[in-house]
């Protein structure tokens, strides 16, 4: 509730009032932050410039001395402004021409044929590819309610209900981002690493169930170096564990997950557990009352922590065996040294305590936090599902529920396509766009195969949807 209601004051919050010629150069304490040479207008190159000349009036081209003609001699560059133009509805009314063959008609044949016509996103709407991509955009994005959403279009002159606008989500998602989202999962099967997480929602109208009963969204995803990024989002009644075995059925591969025992389901696989949440667990055991700096268990364990993910980034950017095999001679010693400091202490902590709670995870665990040393392309966390996920639990936040189980499947596939195209460096909302506008139409119930055409790191899509800053 605190994040909701500091939404309210955020521009008081973050302003500066020492911070007004912007970029300036400021300190913190003993930070200095650097200023570079021409930062703004880097910052500007990719926008289009107007150039604007301030002259004086007709009545005022006259020298005040001598009454002569005052003439151009040269300009003088004041400043540069940012002008925001606020967004534009218009109505776009399709007619098609008919054309006839003027010989034919004096026979007792005539010919008569009709131009082609766009495919509508959505058949008997007045909805279009860029309308629908927006409302998603602002919803999944954004995370801004439909309800808002309705205030946005009435004050751009049209009365836009939000029922209508679910409409459009739940139809397009159905038609048109769906059969990709099928794609990818069966593409996703075939990587030999996925990261795996869940997070509850509430869904209303769930046959049998009561509406405060929670449902969940799981995300599944590629690992960083993919050169295939997947992120699929799929929704589902209960947290069970038929629902990983069932989605990652013919997966054969490193899961990284945390150690949530559903995933056990999952056979022949091999499961990375996450030392970001074994982290979590030690900093939730930290004393409220000692000073950081002072030695405690969960500090000790925070550092072992800490020393290996330094080690981590040190060997981000070598190819996987080399990894493999700078992990065993520079990771294996900080892991040996630690699980030699658990087993001497886990017994001086109070049952039931976090303490003993951070050193049970570790003990129960350990094969799985230890499973990451075997391949190089492995990950010492599962910050990339919980990072794929984030944004999903922000927008909850605001939205809160989702009104039917249709509703709960169209946003699993909004995400997954959304939260794709970011992890192909695509603009999600050009991206969608390019979808709406071009799949209607495309024959791909009799040939799955024209669907390869519209994935992300497609180059026709890639030239399309690229991100402008990239």
């Given amino acids: 509730m605190l994040g909701q209601f500091s939404f309210f004051d955020e521009a008081e919050n973050e302003a500066d009032p020492d911070d007004v010629p912007e970029p300036t150069l400021e300190e913190v304490e003993k930070y200095r932050r650097k200023k570079f040479k021409g930062q703004r207008e880097e910052l500007l190159k990719k926008l289009p410039h107007d150039k604007v000349i301030c002259k004086l009036d007709d009545e005022d081209l006259s020298c005040p001395q001598c009454d002569g003609p005052l003439v151009p001699v040269g300009q003088e560059f004041i400043r540069t402004e940012i002008e925001y133009i606020p967004?534009?509805?218009?109505?776009?009314?399709?007619?098609?021409?008919?054309?006839?063959?003027?010989?034919?008609?004096?026979?007792?044949?005539?010919?008569?044929?009709?131009?082609?016509?766009?495919?509508?996103?959505?058949?008997?709407?007045?909805?279009?590819?860029?309308?629908?991509?927006h409302v998603m955009y602002q919803k999944y994005v954004n995370a801004l309610p439909l309800k808002r959403q309705e205030k946005d279009w009435e004050n751009l002159g049209i009365k836009l209900s939000r029922a209508t606008m679910a409409n459009w989500v739940i139809v397009a998602s159905r038609d048109w981002l769906m059969p990709i989202v099928d794609l990818l999962h069966k593409k996703l099967l075939k990587e030999k690493y996925i990261h795996a997480d869940e997070t509850r929602v509430q869904v209303m109208n769930e046959e049998g169930r009561k509406n405060t009963t929670d449902s969940f969204m799981w995300v599944h995803g590629t690992y960083d170096g993919s050169k295939t990024p997947i992120r699929i989002f799929e929704y589902q009644p209960t947290r069970s564990g038929n629902n990983p075995q069932n989605f990652l059925k013919g997966f054969e591969g490193y899961l990284h997950t945390d150690a949530y025992a559903g995933y056990n389901k999952v056979s022949e696989i091999t499961r990375c557990f996450c030392w970001s949440h074994l982290r979590r667990y030690f900093v939730d055991a930290l004393p409220k009352d000692i000073k950081s700096s002072e030695a405690t268990l969960p500090s000790i364990a925070i550092a072992y922590c800490n020393k290996l993910f330094e080690i981590e980034k040190e060997l981000a950017s070598l190819e996987p065996e080399k990894r493999r095999m700078k992990r065993l001679e520079q990771e294996k010693p900080v892991l040996d040294a630690f699980w030699s400091w658990v087993d001497k202490n886990a017994h001086l902590c109070l049952p039931k305590s976090k303490l003993y709670t951070a050193f049970n995870y570790a003990i129960n665990q350990k094969e799985g936090l230890m499973n990451f040393l075997k391949d190089g392309n492995c990950s010492i966390s599962n910050n990339l599902a919980e990072n794929s996920i984030r944004p999903f639990t922000v927008g909850r936040r605001n939205w809160l529920f989702s009104a039917s189980p249709k509703g709960a499947d169209a946003s699993a596939a909004v995400y997954s396509i959304i939260e794709t195209a970011k992890a192909n460096g695509l603009n999600p909302y050009e991206y969608l766009k390019f979808i709406f506008k071009n799949l209607p139409g495309v024959q791909f119930g009799q040939h799955p195969e024209f669907l390869e055409d519209f994935l992300p790191w497609d180059p026709e899509v890639q030239s399309f949807c690229k991100k402008s800053d990239n």
Wanted: proline share 11%; aromatic share 12%.
């Fill in 87 to 133: 967004a534009k509805v218009r109505v776009i009314d399709y007619y098609r021409e008919s054309y006839e063959c003027r010989s034919c008609k004096k026979t007792d044949k005539p010919y008569f044929e009709k131009s082609p016509t766009p495919y509508p996103v959505i058949m008997h709407s007045m909805a279009s590819p860029s309308s629908v991509a």
